[in-house]
């Protein structure tokens, strides 16, 4: 198969399937999701991002139909449906289906997967962002389907010729972007926002982490400014799809490039770490 979509036991190719229209995630949004890269047939941090998945859930009394381990096999069979090994695998459990009433009654989730080629890269080269107020609100450590703010922003970057967009609070506290994690290098030390409310809990940005301090890099898990972000030695934007990237350019500004041999090391040791584990 070229793409693989999958829901509560049925698979066919993604533009083949349907949905029923009382799944609540049609009304409400009302679902948590995690993704990840496959190499090789080989999904990368799996069990980190099933792990999140299930903690999104429980933080929404949302039921995954099916216990961890028979979801790692699940997508660990599914992925072996497909033509090429290297892809982008999607998951994502929505409260259930009924008529359409904000309360719920405790049904099990309905499970969707979809499975598409990802192209495999270095991630060398730069990226450019810009800024963009974080409106959102004050759950974003949870995976949730709710990404209104997050879709605006995105495509405002696009527009304006950029990657991402980076969300700052009122007062200027930089939190994260639209679709990944953002960190700066000051004074040869990482600097990432901390794990509370109003970021995402990144896997690549605690593999960049535990790469840092690996690579005896100090880390601070603490708040940081616009001004730090436009002063930066570096920054430096994680995901799933992308691991790392450092931008060029924050609002047509040029930025980072200052710290060129630390920020090839980061990327190297990221690059390792995930060549490794997807290694046949
Ligand atoms: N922050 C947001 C809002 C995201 O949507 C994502 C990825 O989808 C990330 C951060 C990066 O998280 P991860 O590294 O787990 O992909």
């Known amino acids: 198969m070229n793409?693989?979509?999958?829901?509560?036991g049925k698979i066919g190719p993604i533009e083949e399937m349907s949905v029923p229209m009382n799944d609540r995630v049609c009304w409400f949004g009302d679902g948590v999701?995690?993704?990840?890269?496959?190499?090789?047939?080989?999904?990368f941090a799996l069990d980190e991002h099933i792990d999140?998945?299930?903690?999104?859930?429980?933080?929404?009394?949302?039921?995954?139909?099916?216990?961890?381990d028979e979801l790692?096999?699940?997508?660990?069979?599914?992925?072996?449906?497909?033509d090429t090994g290297d892809l982008f695998v999607y998951y994502q459990v929505t409260r259930g289906t009924a008529m359409r009433s904000h309360d719920y009654e405790p049904t099990p989730g309905n499970l969707w997967v979809m499975i598409k080629p990802a192209a495999q890269g270095?991630?060398?080269?730069?990226?450019?962002?810009?800024?963009?107020?974080?409106?959102?609100?004050?759950?974003?450590?949870?995976?949730?389907l709710n990404l209104l703010p997050n879709v605006m922003a995105a495509q405002k970057a696009k527009?304006?010729?950029?990657?991402?967009?980076?969300f700052y609070r009122p007062g200027g506290r930089v939190t994260e972007c639209a679709h990944s994690n953002v960190h700066i290098l000051k004074g040869g030390a990482l600097w990432t926002a901390p794990a509370d409310e109003l970021i995402l809990p990144g896997i690549?940005?605690?593999h960049l982490i535990r790469s840092c301090a690996a690579l005896g890099i100090p880390v601070h898990q603490e708040p940081f400014t616009l001004e730090e972000l436009f002063a930066a030695e570096e920054i430096l934007v994680t995901s799933s799809s992308k691991l790392v990237c450092f931008a060029s350019e924050l609002d047509g500004k040029p930025v980072g490039g200052r710290q060129p041999q630390l920020r090839e090391?980061?990327?190297?040791?990221?690059?390792?770490e995930y060549l490794e584990a997807t290694e046949v």
């Open 33 to 43: 999701y995690d993704a990840g890269l496959c190499r090789n047939y080989r999904i």
């Open 265 to 272: 090391r980061i990327r190297q040791a990221m690059l390792e």
């Open 204 to 206: 690549t940005r605690a």
């Open 3 to 8: 793409n693989l979509g999958y829901y509560n």
């Open 122 to 144: 270095d991630f060398a080269g730069s990226i450019k962002l810009i800024t963009v107020e974080d409106t959102r609100y004050f759950h974003c450590n949870i995976k949730t």
């Open 52 to 68: 999140r998945l299930f903690n999104s859930a429980a933080m929404l009394d949302i039921r995954v139909p099916l216990p961890k």
């Open 159 to 166: 527009l304006a010729g950029c990657q991402e967009a980076v």
């Open 72 to 82: 790692r096999e699940l997508l660990n069979s599914l992925v072996r449906k497909l």
